[in-house]
């Protein structure tokens, strides 16, 4: 599976963004899906995650409610919908794929990234 994630830029506080993560390869529907975000200096940190089928979400409890993981398989694409952002948001966001990873908050269980997304929220 090869991932391209899209869709960062610059946003105020309070504002929002919609995340893609385009997918190749005959597996995508199988795999499991998630976004993660790395800040300057810190590690790289779960986001949330999504089943293969869509049907169970896994968020961080820094974005839940705020944040929204969805997917389209016939698509092959993840999106994370990003409502109410705040300045602690600021990160590049990576996409991420693996089988049976939904549950996994570390970053070995999953297979495969995409190249991350910069998203900065201002104040």
């Known amino acids: 599976v090869q991932l391209q994630a899209s869709g960062g830029g610059l946003v105020q506080a309070g504002g929002s963004l919609r995340l893609s993560c385009a997918a190749s390869?005959?597996?995508?529907?199988?795999?499991?899906m998630g976004w993660f975000r790395q800040a300057p200096g810190k590690e790289r940190e779960f986001v949330a995650a999504?089943?293969?089928?869509?049907?169970?979400?896994y968020y961080a409890d820094s974005v839940k409610g705020r944040f929204t993981i969805s997917r389209d398989n016939a698509k092959k694409t993840v999106y994370l919908q990003m409502n109410s952002l705040k300045p602690e948001d600021t990160a590049v966001y990576y996409c991420a794929a693996g089988v049976g990873s939904i549950w996994n908050k570390g970053t070995a269980p999953w297979g495969y990234w995409g190249q991350g997304t910069q998203v900065t929220v201002s104040s």
């Open positions: 390869g005959r597996t995508f529907s199988s795999n499991d």
């Open positions: 999504i089943s293969w089928s869509g049907g169970t979400t």
